[in-house]
């Protein structure tokens, strides 16, 4: 079910209530949030389920026995049953159809015509999330980091836990495993934290994502109408799109676990004030480059055997992180070309640091902040037309209309700010990204949620009023327009 | 634990108020908007109350009830109200007034709430947005619409992506040939035969089964109606209105038996109209279309059913109440209240313009109605011209109408818009109506003329300031 809908509406405060009932008996609080996170999750397909059960009982009895055995052909052989079920049924349900249609492709360049038919596989939600949450158990018992899980119960309900399971963040085991064999005390501020971020990350879904994905479907699916600066607000509006939804998701993840006791890792950090592309892979899907980061990019060797095999294993991270995103050449274009950019900002920040420093580049100025800063979110814009675009056609289409395409004139022109909806509708979306900017930038220094924990109890409210109702009013749902989550398709 | 679920609950309260408060504002533009607003104005307490689908609305005249009763009347028929969706009204209604009586108006569709259509169960929600939020509203909604779509009962969630255009526009004023009094509502016209075909062959379309007896889910929900105004005393009379279509459509008939039949045997009055069409004199030029009547029809019916009630319930009336925005009410007391009265106005006017009286009265802030009392009552229409001055401050209120280049500090002439003439018959004589509506602050200099030519002056230089 989706975070922004009237079943999850009635089933989080449900589960909420009877998990505090059973919070003092931590067995039947596991049983508890294992029953839910089923059912969450069978709620889009009950299918789904016996995919998620056979990759938790597998990952289970292959960690206890990895554990118990001290010879390391044996326990390597066990990972490689871990990682061949795991992938396999990662790269089965959700690659299979894109390597035939690559392969038949590949064929037809040749001109010959291969009489192969795609297979009718439905991509399980949050496949791709859950098989790197167990791998990294599978992996980190591997190497001696971490213990089995103690019960079957808690490994399971690790596995499957509700607030995060389909859109991650990818938690470590050494992280949230342990959370479930500890009492969690009712904390009620860390409740009230909890469902402040969960309305947080509903205004970013519901106000601006998916208000932008109006502006965005409307020329993204029909490139051949528009011009050169519809590409470019498309692609910057989409920009806010894909972060607005995907970090909100993530915020409703945190802040529903918080409610519960849980700590979920942070997964965005205000990745548009990033300035430079490797910032900005910090501040990014956190749980997901420090994956690649443990189980790949390390593994492969790092930056520890040299220049050249760093740039390799830089690019080849980011080239998989692309297709981890999609069973499409654009997603594997957009991890080749953040790949590209992150080998040149490594190749060029240390020898060229000092000429930078001779210009005044490096310093960390206002001026050399926007610069940096508009710079990176520009390249990272460049990256999102691969990203959105429906082919490789279309994201040349507009890649071409971006730099060659746009009239100055045609900035006040009203008809590119009115694609899909009215100038009403475009001024509230500008409010509310500015709103969202405004709070992400001030959001540390500023203590912002402290500040408003000392406000008399009657501004709180009212804030909280005016946060509901302006979620309520400029929220983008209802039958015809209730959106899905961007990363569920992962 | 204790504290948050507390906190909770009151939030959640506090938000539920803030909906209700905009959900005024998120309410799409429909004619039943008016008349509950208009009822809200009043203040009122009402003494009888009429309920029903647009059959009521346009049947049932609170204007002759006023008159003939002295009894504060309303009219609570909604478009396509079935009476699920008029039961939570019918208890917000009964909850506040101390009515004297109740008329329910009801035929086969009224009783039929399950599987609606798309279009239907739409127009449900004009009455719903307009009664005030209760456990029955919730319960009617969710067996209409699905408890999956409970949320779209506030209109602010439902209408949210309108945002724009609902909220800030002006409250709804009735269509410029309509002719609307506390929930009644209907036009001054009649249907050709062209109407008529298009009307049969839509009908050909429908179901024709006979039913043999009431569903369950009907009598039922005829049981609820009867309780909420049993439980607090209320004789109530169930009435259907006339249809043109009645002698041709046998599953109608057999409906309005079955329907006839329960509620006399659950011990209460039931009048069929169509079955005293010949009594009461309808005409087919009493119908503005096949299904509903025009002022016409409705006063003969209305003066029925007044006669009725007077006759068979002890129902003690208010005395001395005047209804000054009635134009039977008006004619009654010989247009002692109106705004302006001429009377005498000569040989000329009575013999070429066909007219002996007029009579000028406010019918809303806005609304005036022209009573023109015929001298001859067989001969149908009046001619009128009628004119008045707007000054500049008007005319900058009203710049769509008429424009930036009147801004010339003159008093510039305007023709109101006259809603269509249509004359009645009431207490012996034929009266002429004309309707218009003047948004104005001040109307300056007003005249008006009659005659085939419209040459004959009534009067001129009149002056009426609407707002200090």
């Known amino acids: 079910m989706l975070f922004n809908s009237l079943d999850f509406a009635f089933f989080f405060p449900v589960v909420f209530v009877l998990y505090w009932i059973f919070s003092k008996h931590v067995v039947a609080r596991n049983i508890l949030l294992l029953v839910s996170s089923y059912f969450f999750y069978g709620w889009w397909d009950w299918r789904f389920l016996l995919l998620i059960f056979i990759s938790s009982l597998v990952d289970f009895l292959v960690g206890r026995k990895m554990y118990r055995s001290e010879n390391n052909r044996t326990r390597k052989g066990l990972l490689m049953i871990s990682l061949f079920v795991n992938l396999g049924f990662l790269v089965y349900f959700k690659y299979a159809n894109f390597f035939i249609e690559s392969f038949v492709d590949s064929f037809s360049l040749f001109g010959i015509a291969l009489e192969i038919s795609t297979l009718e596989i439905i991509l399980p939600v949050g496949i791709s999330f859950y098989t790197f949450q167990t791998l990294s158990y599978t992996i980190d018992l591997y190497r001696k980091k971490i213990e089995p899980a103690k019960d079957v119960i808690s490994f399971f309900a690790f596995v499957s836990f509700f607030p995060q399971l389909v859109a991650g963040p990818i938690e470590r085991a050494s992280h949230l495993l342990p959370q479930f064999y500890i009492k969690h005390k009712f904390d009620y501020s860390l409740v009230k934290s909890g469902l402040l971020l969960m309305a947080y990350g509903l205004f970013k879904k519901m106000v601006v994502a998916d208000r932008a994905a109006v502006y965005v479907n409307s020329v993204y699916n029909n490139v051949e109408d528009h011009n050169g600066l519809s590409y470019l607000y498309a692609t910057v509006l989409f920009a806010f799109q894909i972060y607005c939804d995907f970090s909100g998701y993530s915020d409703i993840a945190i802040g529903a676990s918080r409610t519960m006791g849980f700590d979920l890792m942070k997964n965005f950090d205000a990745p548009y004030f990033s300035k430079s592309l490797t910032e900005f892979w910090r501040r990014w899907h956190i749980s997901l480059s420090t994956w690649f980061r443990d189980y790949v990019y390390i593994p492969l060797g790092g930056s520890r055997k040299g220049k050249y095999r760093t740039y390799f294993n830089l690019f080849l991270v980011f080239l998989v992180s692309g297709l981890w995103h999609g069973a499409a050449w654009t997603f594997i274009i957009w991890g080749a070309l953040h790949g590209i950019v992150l080998v040149f900002e490594k190749a060029i920040y240390k020898s060229k640091e000092p000429f930078f420093k001779r210009l005044g580049l490096s310093n960390e100025n206002l001026s050399n902040r926007m610069f940096f800063g508009t710079l990176t979110f520009f390249i990272v814009c460049l990256g999102w037309v691969f990203f959105r675009a429906n082919g490789l056609d279309d994201a040349l289409t507009v890649t071409q209309g971006i730099f060659t395409d746009i009239s100055v004139n045609e900035i006040f022109a009203i008809e590119n700010y009115t694609i899909g909806f009215n100038i009403n509708e475009f001024k509230i979306l500008m409010l509310s990204i500015l709103l969202m900017l405004t709070f992400e930038a001030y959001y540390k220094r500023r203590s912002v949620i402290n500040r408003l924990n000392k406000q008399s109890v009657i501004a709180r409210w009212s804030f909280y009023l005016i946060v509901v109702m302006y979620i309520a009013i400029f929220g983008i749902y209802g039958e015809t327009t209730t959106k899905e989550f961007i990363y569920f398709q992962f | ?247 041709h459509d046998k599953r109608y008939q057999a409906y309005q038996h079955l329907i006839g039949d ?132 008007d005319k900058k209120k009203h710049l769509e109408m008429f424009g930036e280049q009147s801004m010339d500090g003159n008093i510039v002439k305007h023709y109101p818009f006259l809603r269509r003439d249509q004359s009645i018959l009431y207490k012996g004589s034929r009266y002429s109506i004309y309707q218009f509506r003047a948004p104005y602050d001040n109307i300056m200099d007003m005249e008006l003329y009659v005659g085939p030519k419209r040459d004959l002056k009534i009067f001129d230089s009149i002056n009426i300031k609407q707002k200090n």
């Open chain 2, 262 to 393: 329960y509620v006399v045997s659950q011990g209460f009055d039931y009048i069929d109209y169509n079955l005293l069409t010949d009594k009461i004199g309808l005409k087919k030029a009493d119908f503005k279309d096949p299904n509903h009547l025009n002022p016409k029809g409705a006063l003969k019916v209305s003066a029925h059913l007044s006669d009725f009630i007077k006759r068979n319930y002890s129902i003690p009336n208010r005395e001395n109440i005047e209804f000054d925005q009635n134009r039977y009410d008006l004619i009654s007391e010989n247009f002692k209240n109106s705004t302006l009265k001429f009377e005498d106005l000569g040989e000329q006017i009575s013999s070429k313009a066909n007219i002996n009286a007029v009579y000028v009265f406010k019918t809303s802030s806005y609304g005036y109605e022209l009573v023109f009392r015929q001298s001859d009552s067989d001969v149908n229409n009046v001619h009128v011209k009628l004119k008045f001055g707007i000054d500049d401050e």
């Open chain 2, 1 to 247: 634990m204790r504290k948050l679920v507390l906190k909770v609950v009151l939030f959640l309260l506090l938000v539920l108020n803030m909906l209700f408060y905009s959900d005024s504002y998120f309410r799409e533009d429909k004619i039943f908007n008016l008349t509950k607003d208009s009822y809200r104005d009043r203040q009122s307490d009402l003494d009888l109350a009429i309920f029903g689908s647009s059959h009521a609305y346009s049947t049932y005249d609170p204007r002759i009830f006023e008159t003939e009763l002295n009894l504060h009347s309303f009219n609570f028929g909604g478009s396509a109200q079935r009476l699920l969706t008029g039961l939570p009204l019918m208890e917000e209604v009964v909850g506040k007034n101390e009515l004297k009586i109740a008329v329910v108006d009801i035929f086969d569709m009224s009783v039929q709430h399950d599987s609606l259509g798309e279009n239907s169960r739409m127009l449900q929600l004009q009455t719903f947005d307009n009664t005030e939020f209760s456990f029955t509203k919730v319960k009617s909604f969710s067996t209409i619409f699905s408890f999956k779509k409970l949320l779209d009962i506030f209109p602010t969630l439902r209408n949210h992506g309108s945002w724009f255009e609902l909220v800030g526009k002006s409250p709804h004023i009735p269509k410029d040939d309509a002719d609307f009094y506390k929930g009644y509502v209907s036009k001054f016209e009649s249907f050709d035969s062209q109407t008529w075909e298009r009307f049969l062959t839509k009908v050909a379309k429908r179901k024709k089964e006979i039913p043999k007896a009431l569903a369950k889910s009907e009598s039922k929900i005829i049981d609820k109606v009867i309780s909420v105004f049993q439980s607090k005393g209320i004789p109530l009379i169930f009435v259907n209105a006339p249809s043109y279509n009645y002698q």
